[in-house]
């Protein structure tokens, strides 16, 4: 990972002047710039997703103040934005994206920097990819001999496979006159009290 | 030793707490959910004539939505909802397989793959001056050729290529101040011709190169009468226009550059003609339709100086567009109302005396009047035409209509509902079975032995379908009476048309409508609109025998000051049991907490002039009133001038007559905020039914903290003026947002906290002691939620957890909001990754769940967030009794976890609101959430522990016993084995 970011950056150092602004441009008339970019859903096909499901991803500018589609190809563009600090959100069933900050600058006209809001990451072009899958149902549990003892019945019939099986082998294995010394202790401190099994008092 | 069983016991709550979400398994989807989706009024519609889109129908709505929908059964094929802002201005269909939509004022065009919705191009075009925008997509377009598309907005026209979307040329015509009214390409030419007015009074054609957009000649002729903008192009050389005063016709052609006008007074070709008259947007050839007060005519153009009056139907009645069957043959529908009962007709534009087709249908009188037609054709085994009509009712419903009856309907005025409330179902009448659960034992043992497998997941595909089969299915849930948990109800929608409809919480059926614009529309009261439902009668226990009622005001016109009206409505059977005129007008309408003995609800309505008025109009209720009125008051919330003012009430009103039921209202305190610093944003109050179970909140060490729980607590978030607009629009210095909690009674402020950097928009919900809202913080550009809580010092000192464990304590001494508040705050910001359209927190039954929030997030969906996660005493380092308490250690942001998405893989598109109402079984609540789509479900915010969960596994319980029954006997021999084996020994 490390080593990766390290070429990254050894190539935008190489390059940077000839980095052009794939994020974003002047167009038009207009007063405003384009933000264009790129959303990846990777492993859409391995999942099994339909097209349909990827054409219902939209991108949100500004928390609802655009709204935009993504094209098959998966890039999308905002036009005639004006500068200043904005962002974009992704919106797709099953993923998990982070919203992306975007300053555009006023002073140096087309000057687009990128964002990841979630862990500070600066993008280098707009390529957004998912965070994390999101799973909205629980998995059922395999079936399993555990889980089974796990429920509440399975630990009814163990406790008592335990207090059947195990208690009078104890028993046996106890010294008699430690029990009944133990019985004797029992009669002398009386009936034990709930608040001195709990824990807080003991102490 | 302590030590470790306290962290051994701290872990373990930890351990037990750390399951927060109320997840769902997938086989448990529908069960307790459902979910409808809409697509609102449709404002256009095409239909796709290619081979394989002739099943389909497209539209665009007034929702903002673009939908793909089945012509046989009326289901979605695809939808997207666009942006709230992105209003579709027209839609077209190109090449037969991409559907063309021209939005936001005619600078966005899209084009969407017709069989599965996915964008293929989008193109954005600068728009300096709003106008109307025009869409021209030549009709005879060649499938190998490069093609253009013609799109006039805010004074430019645009030639957009049909592959790609890129600008091929584009021209101004905003210098000449010229706006285009019709553009269009004759075919076969390579001239486009654009028509429009330039100022009031001045006539222009230009003639444009459809290669280059170079104007080729440009003729202007101004005509002295002026034009109203209306416009209706009847051939390829001739438009017809309404002057100014909207009282007269002028034809004008324009054949070779030579521009004619001639005016015709829409009084000499009708009769009876009085007010204004307004063009229909109906593109025919040689006819134009045009709409008075009364009526629709349609006009035939033989030559500029000779108009002719085809037919003429009374309102209220609809024209579709024209079809093109043929190379020379137009058919267009007409829609028209007798008495119940639709008529539609379709005409050909070479035979208007017969027309083609005439059928009757019997409409659904909830429905209202006819808004909007479109007809399609299809061919019948005998190569004759058919054809269907689409119809859009006053209720926003969309029906087909084919062969005289009614093939589908959809009930599209859910997707604008506006209030919402709930309504007990009847107690089940003894003797009477309402459904008979299960048939017999062995058939009840063989459902759970299935249920068993499918538990132990040893059962097979087949096995898992009739599972879950036999699981939807339950009867249980769609009964018609009231259930013992409380999870059956009505809920009761008003949707922006005016139609009150009752849905079936158990699957979302509609049990019944009433559409009240049919039924209150009079000569006083010409456009009635509904406002709000209110609970009216909640029978409980003096009026057993009625059924209970909702209340339904609304307004005659659309203006604050219009006069209202009363409608009781019967929540069993959706009968309007009165109504009644008011006479004055409706501002605001405050539901008391008092009832009259007839279990009728009593209800303040403030008129514009600020006096209230008290309903029911029975003496009663007024003995009632009076005896509570120096414990009411009101607040009244003026945003555009930053201002709240808290109000009493008095006897007696500045009437001409006397009225008792009329009350006065005395200003008591006002809070003015600073104009240039402070702009109100947000309020939020508590729900006035919620219930609070405990007062004291016990934290750790056994210490005791009083919440401050007060009906009374008012919630006002205030934003710097500058900041007010979207995100992106201010620096982080010159915003900032200011957060009040205001006692609504005294106007005390309780608590203010500025947040530097921070900005709208705002989202609160105010329950018990505490508020939590949501706003964008600047400086870290990402979405923050806060919480508030405040406490009650005052009785700080009468702490000991032991009386109040026993009831002893004297928590029933008098809080007034007179008395000054001793309170004591505690807050906490969070980071939110999302953006939030909609914010609600869970209610129960008796108060004593913990409460969740749900959320409404920018994707569509309902997140619960559990609120110990918005605890202001969350910390970095807790000390082990906070740990042993179940705080959990403080971090920078709220988690998002996926399994808690209450509507885990749906989308509630649009999402404007959600509801949540208490049932009667106390872990429980019930959601609705509402926007384009409808979904319905129920969460329990601490897991189920009163009741078992529908998929406990009586079988495996069963087992059990039988298994512990068999082990007792096998030891008991056992042991009596032994013990005879000792007596032996």
Redesign the interface.
Known sequence: MMKRSAEIIAFLLLFSCVLPSALAGP????DGY?IAGHVKLEGATSKGFT??E???S?V?L???????????DGYF?F??V?A????I?V????Y?F??V?IDISSRNPGKIQAAL??NRRVLHELVLEPLRE???????E??SLMS?LK?P?GL??GF??LV?FLMPKLMENMDPEEMRRAQEEMRAQGVPSLSNLL??R?? | MAMAVRVCLGFLIVLLYSNFSTALYEDQVGLADWHQKYIGKVKQAVFPTQKSGRRRVVVSTEENVIASLDLRRGDIFWRHVLGKDDHVDQIDIALGKYFITLSSEGSILRAWNLPDGQMMWESAFYVSTPSKSLLYVPANINLGKENWFLVFSGGWLHAVSSIDGEIVWKKEFAIDSLEIKQVFQPPESDIIYAVGFVGSSQFSVCELSSKSGEVLKHNTASFPGGFCGEASLVSSDMLVALDATRSALIAISFQSGIINFHQTYISDLVQDFSGMAALLPVKFTGIFAMKTVSSIYLVRVKGVSELEVLEKFNHPASVSDALTLSEEQQAFGIVQHVETKIDFRVKLDKDLRNGVLKETIEMDPQRGHVQKVFISNYVRTDKSHGFRALIVMEDHSLSLVQQGVVVWSREDGLASIIDSTTSELPVEKEGVSVAEVEHNLFEWLKGHALKLKGTLLLASPDEIAAIQAMRLKNSERNKMTRDHNGFRKLIIVLTRAGKLLALHTGDGRIIWSLFFPSLHRSEACEHPSALNIYQWQVPHHHAMHENPSVLVVGRCGPSHDALGFFSVVDSYTGKERNSLKLAHSIIQVIPLPLTDSTEQRLHLIIDANLQAHLYPRTRDSVNIFLREMSNIYRHSIEVGKDMIRGYSLQSGCNLDVADEYCFNTKELWSIVFPSESEKIATTATRKINEVVHTQAKVIADQDVMYKYVSRNILFVATVAPKAAGEIGSVTPEEAWLVAYLIDAVTGRILHRVTHHGAQGPIHAVVSENWVVYHYFNLRAHRYEMSVIEIYDRSRADNKDVWKLVLGKHNLTSPVSSYSRPDVMVKSQSYFFTHSVKAMAVTATAKGITSKQLLIGTIGDQVLALDKRFLDPRRNVTLTQSEKEEGIIPLTDSLPIIPQAYVTHALQVEGLRGIVTIPARLESTTLVFSYGVDIFFTRIAPSRTYDSLTEDFSYALLLITIVALVAAIFATWILSEKKELREKWR
């Not at chain 1, 919106?91 to 099953?94: D, N």
Request: net charge positive; glycine share 12%; aromatic share 8%.
């Open positions: 167009s038009g008339p207009g384009t097209p349909m990827k054409s219902n939209k949100i500004n928390g609802g103040q655009r709204v935009t589609f993504l094209r098959a563009s036009h005639n004006p200043g600090t904005h962002l959100e919106s797709a069933m099953g998990f982070s919203p900050r809001t979630e999101e799973q909205y149902y629980e998995i059922r395999p079936f089974l429920s019945m009814m019939v008592m496979v059947v824990p807080g003991s102490s």
